[in-house]
């Protein structure tokens, strides 16, 4: 099994990335996904979080409203610092669940991470990534990715900033890549450097 760390910031593509090497066999651990599956109703880190946060953080059929959490924690880096407590050590564990049951010893197993790289450029420590082959930085200009980030999501330009700001740099990201996809094109030239970097992986088990 080899095994490689996927990131990128907001707007950079990372996700569009991620689908494309899953469509030439790569099997993808989604980190945002993990994440909206232990914040459902019931789970451990929902109920960390409702208890730090309070109802302030519910919607009206008591799931978790993400965007309000957003709008506490990428504006007060304590309060980050408070989710990230939460929301990491349970993410890694399941993490580990998912990649014990991979079978396939030739798999290519991704990690996709939005967060892997912290800013300041130092990488996530609850992520065992001492023995992957790379990791993969999905880089685009910050003011594309705000534009597309606006007409995708519909976002405010301010929130966006301020997610940004509050997130590693594309420097940080770039310093730390073994591998960077240039996405400030459309997406046949995203998909040339999927290949480009597919080909990498490749040569590099």
């Known amino acids: 099994m080899r095994e490689f760390g996927l990131t990128g910031g907001i707007g950079s593509g990372k996700s569009t990335v991620s689908s494309l090497l899953a469509d ?3 099997t993808i651990i989604d980190a945002d996904a993990i994440v909206r599956r ?3 109703p019931g789970e451990l880190v929902f109920e960390a979080m409702v208890d730090r ?7 009206d059929d008591g799931s978790l409203d993400r965007a309000a959490v957003g709008q506490i924690v990428f504006h007060d880096s304590s309060e980050l610092d408070a989710l990230n407590a939460i929301v990491h050590p349970a993410v ?9 049951a991979v079978k396939d010893t030739n798999a ?5 991470i ?3 790289v912290l800013p300041g450029g130092e990488l996530m420590t609850s992520r065992d990534h001492q023995h992957w082959g790379g990791i993969i930085v999905v880089d685009t200009p910050e003011v594309l990715a705000i534009e597309r980030v606006m007409a995708s999501r519909g976002m405010e330009r301010e929130a966006i900033v301020a997610r940004m700001d509050a997130q590693a740099s594309r420097s940080d990201r770039r310093n730390v890549a073994d591998f960077v996809i240039d996405n400030s094109g459309d997406l046949d030239q995203l998909t040339a450097e999927v290949d480009r970097l597919w080909d990498w992986i490749g040569e590099a088990s």
């Open 24 to 26: 030439r066999g790569a």
């Open 114 to 116: 939005p967060l892997l």
């Open 38 to 40: 232990l914040q459902q």
């Open 108 to 112: 290519v197993v991704i990690h996709d």
């Open 92 to 100: 890694a564990a399941e993490t580990s669940r998912l990649v014990d």
């Open 53 to 59: 946060w309070g109802s302030n953080v519910l919607c």
